[in-house]
């Protein structure tokens, strides 16, 4: 159990990072158990619904809140995003939406298109991670984002002013890197400050070089969010050691934070979590501080609080 440090009065939170499902949508979350990068997840293969997750939240001074894709079947991205719209229409929560569509698609434009009918909508999330391991891969090929046809629907987001999740292992950080180079004018979130999967001296080694590449694109954001996923508890000391690394590269105007709720349910409340994240972050300047739980997913988001 660690210490409650609350945060200060005049600093409120967006949850930058979170999902929320009904069971019978998810195909990868029914059935027998998989081996999957977060473990064994028995206890998340139910609904969670948006008033669980208002539930959750809003004791911790979260205020607002942006949903990131789960993957439901192929084709129905759209109905999705309508199901999450509805939610918010009818509770205003989540603030904003990041939808999916994949790049390689023949349908891409046009699934973009009636993606832009939803108020909420502010980007998209392709999983790229790919990985050796099978148990990490999700994309089918480690270059997937290095293909013509894909950037050439990629570039498509710039007609919308979206942002991109972007979600890569270390050894997919160079091209990732050339890609924001490529469109610098989109704004990209590395998810989970870079996926830090291997926590060997040479592993974290790679994934700071990595880290540097991305840091060094100024279009490039750090998501402070899911850090449990790959040691399967909530590690304030982990925490504190991957977040002052990516401070450092990213500087607090670009680090976001996220709780990936309900995944980090599976071994943690909320409570602890953020206050991890807190008990880490609160010797900042308070600017700092604010922006990093605020600000900064306010204005990628375009929040209206």
Known sequence: MIGVFPLPISIKAIDAHHHIW?????????????????????AIKRDYLVEEFIDDVTPEGVVGSVYIQVNWPAGKEVEEVRWVQENADRTGW??????????????????????????????????????????????????????????QNFALLQDYDWS????????????????????????????HCGMPEDITSQ??????????ELADQPNIHCKFSGLGTFIHQNSVGFIGDITAQCLEL???????????????????????LIQGFYQNLRGLPEISQKMIFLDNAQKLYKITL
């Not at 009904?22 to 997840?41: C, K, M, V």
């Not at 603030?95 to 909420?120: H, Q, R």
């Not at 991109?164 to 610098?184: I, N, R, W």
């Not at 990213?250 to 602890?272: D, H, L, M, Q, V």
Request: proline share 6%; net charge negative; glycine share 6%.
């Open 164 to 191: 991109f999740e972007l979600q890569v292992f270390a050894s997919q950080m160079k091209d990732a890197a050339g890609l924001a180079a490529e469109f610098p004018n989109t704004a990209m979130v590395l998810q």
């Open 250 to 272: 990213f500087g607090a105007n670009r680090c976001i934070f996220g709780s990936n709720f309900p995944i980090e349910k599976i071994w943690t409340n909320y409570a602890e």
């Open 22 to 42: 009904r069971l019978s949508d998810l195909a990868w979350l029914n059935g027998p158990t998989q081996p999957r990068i977060f473990g064994e997840y028995d």
């Open 203 to 212: 592993g974290m080694q790679l994934w700071l070089d990595g880290m540097k």
């Open 94 to 151: 989540p603030s904003a939406i990041i939808g999916y569509v994949d790049f390689s698609s023949e349908s891409c434009a046009e699934t973009l298109k009636e993606l832009s009918n939803f108020p909420l909508m502010r980007g998209i999330r392709q999983q790229l991670h790919w990985h050796e391991n099978p148990l990490y891969k999700f994309a089918p090929e480690p270059d997937v984002m290095r293909d013509a046809k894909w950037r």
